[in-house]
Nanobody, 123 residues
Framework: QVQLVESGGGLVQAGGSLRLSCAAS????????MGWFRQAPGKEREFVIAITWSGGSIAIADSVKGRFTISRDNAKNTVYLQMNSLKPEDTAVYYCAAATQGIATRENEYDYWGRGTQVTVSS
């Protein structure tokens, strides 16, 4: 079993930056691909970005390409989401998730989920 806890959300002005963290429990963290999803009010949850267990490959949604990056520190059991040039449309609850079968972009390919952290971008 893996527990994921997100942190780092908050209120930021458009054009600003935030870094989200996702801390994972369990010794097998380094074997999981990790991803970030988000859900805006009234919308379905959507894929944002993901990284392989080694950090060697990344998948990213077009909507955040060039603005968001993902990284991980397997020694600290933590994955990070760096968000730059934030826009009001980035406002959402951000979730991190762990996939045991490799890097993925669909929700049903992820096995463990955090509870989310709110990101609000004001215009």
């Amino acid at each position: 079993q893996v527990q994921l806890v997100e942190s780092g959300g908050g209120l930021v002005q458009a054009g600003g930056s935030l870094r989200l963290s996702c801390a994972a429990s369990g010794r097998t963290f380094r074997t999981y691909a990790m991803g970030w999803f988000r859900q805006a009010p009234g919308k379905e949850r959507e894929f944002v970005i993901a990284i392989t267990w080694s950090g060697g490959s990344i998948a990213i949604a077009d909507s955040v390409k060039g603005r968001f990056t993902i990284s991980r520190d397997n020694a600290k059991n933590t994955v990070y989401l760096q968000m730059n040039s934030l826009k009001p449309e980035d406002t959402a609850v951000y979730y991190c998730a762990a996939a045991t079968q490799g890097i993925a972009t669909r929700e049903n390919e992820y096995d463990y989920w955090g509870r989310g952290t709110q990101v609000t971008v004001s215009s």
